[in-house]
């Protein structure tokens, strides 16, 4: 009964905190489905990774904050809080998850395990063989508290992300990956840093203080990077 007591006593507390936190506020205001939005809006504002014209694939994206977010930055003009105007983007935007995700007008959704070689393999088909110019990754695994194993879990979907971005990306694209301060980000800034020429650890304003994640940025591929005709 007493853990059942304090667990309620969290859960009021976390709500609270929700219900009253700025982005939360500002998110239902601007038409954003998640307060998320604004850490990628702030990575973007800050290091200009997003152009109209683009094609950017969004890992993790339920439940659509940034895909909605790189839709209003390739939309010809805004429409109000509700977000971008209806009609054809200047740029393309394939979104995966796990979740289901609603439909946001412009986005190739995929839904599937990106561990999964058949869902990796959909995700490469929906490229179509073109170069990529931006990857973005909010992916987290559920957490289990066990340290060891939710550091492997974490490791692992950053891993792919960056394997995806290796195999995809323009010679000076750039991956936003999330990851999480404990046993797993050292051994990440060092992946970074082996396959990107610029690596810069980012936490933003709108991430909040009691959270340990943090937002790695690579741009350019050490490797060269995937030069193909975005044509088609």
């Known amino acids: 009964m007493k853990t059942q007591t304090k667990s309620k006593k969290v859960n ?7 219900v009253n936190d700025t982005y939360v506020k500002l998110a239902h205001k601007e038409g954003y489905r998640a307060r998320a939005a604004y850490k990628l809006k702030e ?3 800050q290091l200009g990774l997003i152009k109209p014209g683009q094609l950017v694939v969004d890992l ?32 393309t935007i394939i979104a995966l998850d796990l979740l289901p995700m609603d439909p946001i007008e412009g986005v190739v959704f995929l839904q ?17 063989g073109r170069a990529v110019d931006v990857v973005v990754s909010d992916m987290a ?12 879990r974490i490791e692992l979907l950053v891993e792919l992300a960056v394997e995806f971005a290796q ?14 301060h404990g046993g797993s980000y050292n051994p990440l800034v060092d992946l970074f840093k082996k396959t990107f020429r610029v690596v810069k650890a ?8 009691k959270s340990a994640e943090t937002f790695l940025v690579g741009i350019g591929l050490k490797t060269g990077g995937k030069v193909v005709s975005k044509a088609g």
Do not use: C, M
């Open 112 to 128: 599937g395990d990106f561990r999964e070689e058949a869902v990796a393999a959909q995700l490469n088909d929906a490229v179509g």
């Open 43 to 45: 990575i973007d504002e």
């Open 60 to 91: 993790g994206a339920t439940p659509g904050a940034w895909s909605q977010y790189l839709r209003r930055r390739f939309a010809p003009k805004e429409a109000g809080s509700g977000g971008a105007a209806a009609g054809q983007l200047n740029g």
């Open 202 to 209: 980012i936490k933003p304003k709108s991430s909040r203080d």
């Open 141 to 152: 695994p559920n957490l289990s508290g066990i340290g060891s194993a939710d550091a492997a």
């Open 12 to 18: 009021k507390a976390w709500l609270h905190d929700h």
């Open 167 to 180: 195999v995809h990306l323009v010679p000076n694209g750039a991956l936003v990956a999330k990851v999480f």
